[in-house]
């Protein structure tokens, strides 16, 4: 890719120009709401208080937070290689099955501690596996990775509703989910995590995985710039032909990509299912595959950047809901619009504001001109 | 004549059911033609239906609705172009930024509105498009064999099916017999050598947003002009994605379009209508396994086993004039 703009210091880089594109999207949110008739600002107190006001909301926040981590996660891996998986709800939604196998198998039998690492393998294996195919057809066959994770999303809801239906449902029941798990698919909510800060975590569904999210943000973030892989998958991603040049097999870093991405999106399948509900329902991924293209977006990539960006989107899910409830004209699609937003501002659009920033910046500090002139315009 | 009679009920919902699906993937073959990748069709549709039911409820006229679908899949697209081809971001990002947008929105501002759980107001019948019905299409219905075929297959349909299927030659023609068609096919390929010739870039791959928005704005006013009374929340249900693997089934041809529309449309109707049906042979098919289908077809194709599928060659990438 070329970049026809002038390098910026790091902090109008990563901190000042996702912020701005923020801001905008939350502007023209915030429209949206006075078309529809109310306060922005009081929306925006619903959103923070529903969000943050008590250790309950705190824990559903971080609830959201967890599931978004891992979508984010993915598709960040996969856009270090140049590829874009927008598969990611796809492949949450059939890593369930992993989770739902170990748990229906072991949990009358095993305690959580045993169970969850079992599960832990069987959602990666599995949201591996529904990303493997795509990734092997781009890589052997040459379709295009887009196309082909939005038909495997298509396909993975089509199947799921299939097993759902036909091989998890228990004997005689009408709803289409699993049998609710016994104590060893239940996981532990990080309640002494939240008391150590005088917090009571409450009925929010605030568990475990999430501190296996974070260990996994610190695994990509060692994978992606430690690691011979992450040197080549980053190679790739800048520069095809150079990585083609430099020796590196193109065809097995895209599968491998693909696998670890999926990998992780199958993983935020523990969270809703061993972690909330105890059992795998219709649906249960709820749109967070897509949640995550637009934090990796806004965390432009990095762990660094996902945790934070997956933390907004948490405080979104969960003040959203508290919006709705507080003020019923506006429903929790409220999220929706906004998502989608921050997706065109800080993707899409992420150099309308550059030209006017990059004047400012410069115009400000003359340490900053001088690396422009360096690096060149 | 009990199967004839199936038969010629199924391909009349057949033709219901790819008529937007048929417009959509023709505006889809437009803009992607012009090298600017666009999986925003879904959302363009659905934020034409919503317009097209307000307008129409409001104005009880049939045709302001039409326009107003027309207008709002106008300015989407426009959007898109903004993005994708004047600040050079990513196509697939916009495209995905659109249809949550529209997505959303259409439900709040539904709700603000009509105050009826993100539906508009059911349409009477001077805000819905009626039939046509084709001259002695009464008269012919007892003529055997043809008489069916006449009156109740190609008789009976609302005027944008008509149209529908009419944009695919006139598409076909634009596309391949006009000068405009010819460079819009070129900066699909080859923006270089367009440029090189002294023809704007921009302003044409613009144009071709444009095309495509008319087209996606007329599909979604058939969803809730004419296949339903008014807009309900997600009313294209993925048609739009159904539409671009159409497009790329029909391997960006107008013709193609056509075939891949209608099989993808029977696909549909027959998996509503044979719900738990068992087949000589094979035995009872999973219902899912038929909503499946045309995205699985659409794999296949696309990995080569049926046919090679190529995508525009310059398709997806923004056109920088000077490095």
Same mark, same amino acid.
């Given at each position: 890719m070329s970049v026809?703009?002038?390098?910026?210091?790091?902090?109008?880089?990563? %901190?000042?120009?996702?912020?701005?594109?923020?801001?905008?999207?939350?502007?023209?949110?915030?429209?949206?709401?006075l078309i529809v008739g109310e306060s922005p600002l009081e929306a925006a107190y619903h959103m923070i208080n529903g969000a943050f006001g008590r250790g309950e909301y705190i824990g559903f926040t971080l609830y959201y937070t967890t599931t978004f981590i891992f979508t984010g996660l993915a598709v960040a891996v996969a856009f270090h290689a140049g590829l874009f998986n927008i598969g990611g709800e796809g492949q949450a939604y059939v890593g369930g099955i992993g989770v739902a196998l170990a748990c229906l198998a072991l949990d009358r039998t095993l305690p959580w501690y045993l169970v969850f690492p079992i599960a832990i393998v069987g959602a990666a294996f599995f949201g591996a596996l529904w990303a493997m195919i795509p990734g092997w057809l781009q890589a052997k066959r040459g379709s295009h990775i887009v196309i082909t994770t939005i038909m495997f999303n298509f396909i993975a809801a089509s199947l799921m509703n299939y097993l759902l239906n036909k091989v998890?449902?228990?004997?005689?029941?009408?709803?289409l989910e699993t049998r609710t798990f016994d104590a060893g698919g239940q996981?532990?909510?990080?309640?002494?995590?939240?008391?150590?800060?005088?917090?009571?975590? %409450?009925?929010?569904?605030?568990?475990?995985?999430?501190l296996l999210a974070l260990v996994a943000a610190f695994g990509v973030w060692v994978l992606i710039w430690r690691t011979k892989l992450g040197y080549e998958m980053r190679t790739m991603g800048h520069s095809p032909a150079a990585a083609r040049y430099a020796g590196i097999k193109e065809a097995k870093i895209i599968?491998?990509?693909?696998?670890?991405? %999926?990998?992780?999106?199958?993983?935020m399948a523990l969270n809703p299912i061993m972690g909330e509900q105890f059992r795998m329902q219709l649906e249960f991924v709820q749109g967070a595959g897509f949640v995550g293209i637009a934090v990796a977006l806004m965390g432009r990539s990095h762990p660094a950047g996902i945790i934070p960006a997956a933390l907004l989107f948490g405080m979104l899910y969960q003040g959203g809901a508290e919006i709705s409830f507080e003020m019923p004209?506006?429903?929790?699609?409220?999220? !929706?619009?906004?998502?989608?937003?921050? /997706?065109?501002?800080?993707?899409?659009?992420?150099?309308?504001?550059?030209?006017? /920033?990059?004047?400012? !910046?410069? %115009?400000?500090?003359?340490?900053?001109?001088?690396v422009a002139a360096t690096k060149g315009a | 004549m009990d199967f004839f009679q199936v038969f010629i009920e199924l391909a009349q919902s057949t033709v219901r059911v790819s008529t937007p699906l048929i417009l959509a993937a023709l505006a889809g073959l437009f803009t992607e033609r012009a090298g600017v990748f666009d999986i925003g069709l879904e959302g363009k549709m659905l934020g034409a239906a919503f317009a097209a039911g307000c307008v129409a409820y409001i104005t009880q006229s049939v045709y302001m609705?039409?326009?107003? +679908?027309?207008?709002?899949?106008? @300015? @989407?697209? @426009?959007?898109?172009?903004? +993005?994708?081809?004047?600040?050079?971001?990513?196509?697939?990002?916009?495209?995905? +930024?659109?249809?949550?947008?529209?997505?959303?929105?259409?439900?709040? @501002?539904?709700? +603000?509105?009509?105050?009826?759980?993100?539906?508009?107001p059911a349409l009477s019948e001077d805000g819905r498009f009626g039939t046509i019905h084709l001259p002695f299409a009464d008269a012919l219905r007892d003529v055997p064999i043809l008489g069916p075929i006449y009156s109740g297959l190609l008789s009976g349909h609302s005027p944008l099916t008509y149209l529908a299927f009419l944009m695919v030659p006139a598409s076909w023609w634009i596309l391949y017999r006009t000068r405009f068609g010819l460079r819009l096919r070129a900066v699909g390929e080859n923006p270089g050598a367009v440029d090189t010739a002294g023809i704007s870039v921009i302003w044409l791959r613009y144009r071709a947003v444009i095309c495509c928005g008319i087209l996606c704005g007329i599909a979604g006013a058939y969803l809730s002009l004419s296949a339903g009374a008014g807009f309900t929340k997600g009313m294209t249900a993925g048609k739009g994605y159904i539409a671009l693997a159409a497009l790329i089934f029909a391997k960006w041809r107008p013709k193609n379009i056509l075939f891949a529309c209608l099989l993808f449309g029977f696909l549909d109707a027959f998996a509503i209508r044979y719900q738990g049906f068992a087949f000589p042979l094979i035995g009872k098919v999973p219902v899912q396994l038929m909503q499946a289908l045309p995205y699985i077809l659409t794999v296949i194709l696309l990995a080569g086993f049926i046919g090679k599928a190529i995508p525009p060659k310059a398709g997806g990438v923004p056109y920088v004039k000077e490095r």
């Open positions: 026809p703009y002038a390098k910026l210091p790091a902090w109008a880089e990563y %901190g000042l120009i996702p912020l701005v594109n923020l801001a905008v999207a939350f502007l023209i949110s915030g429209l949206v709401v998890f449902k228990p004997l005689g029941s009408m709803s996981l532990p909510k990080l309640d002494w995590l939240m008391s150590i800060f005088g917090l009571s975590v %409450g009925n929010a569904p605030f568990n475990i995985s999430f599968v491998i990509t693909m696998m670890i991405s %999926g990998g992780l999106a199958g993983m004209s506006i429903s929790r699609d409220m999220i !929706v619009i906004i998502q989608g937003l921050v /997706i065109l501002f800080a993707g899409a659009l992420e150099h309308m504001f550059r030209p006017a /920033i990059t004047r400012l !910046v410069i %115009g400000l500090s003359p340490k900053a001109r001088d | 609705g039409l326009l107003a +679908a027309i207008v709002v899949s106008v @300015l @989407l697209s @426009l959007v898109h172009g903004y +993005a994708s081809i004047t600040q050079r971001g990513s196509q697939i990002v916009s495209g995905v +930024a659109i249809n949550f947008v529209v997505a959303g929105s259409t439900v709040i @501002l539904g709700e +603000a509105w009509f105050k009826q759980g993100g539906r508009t």
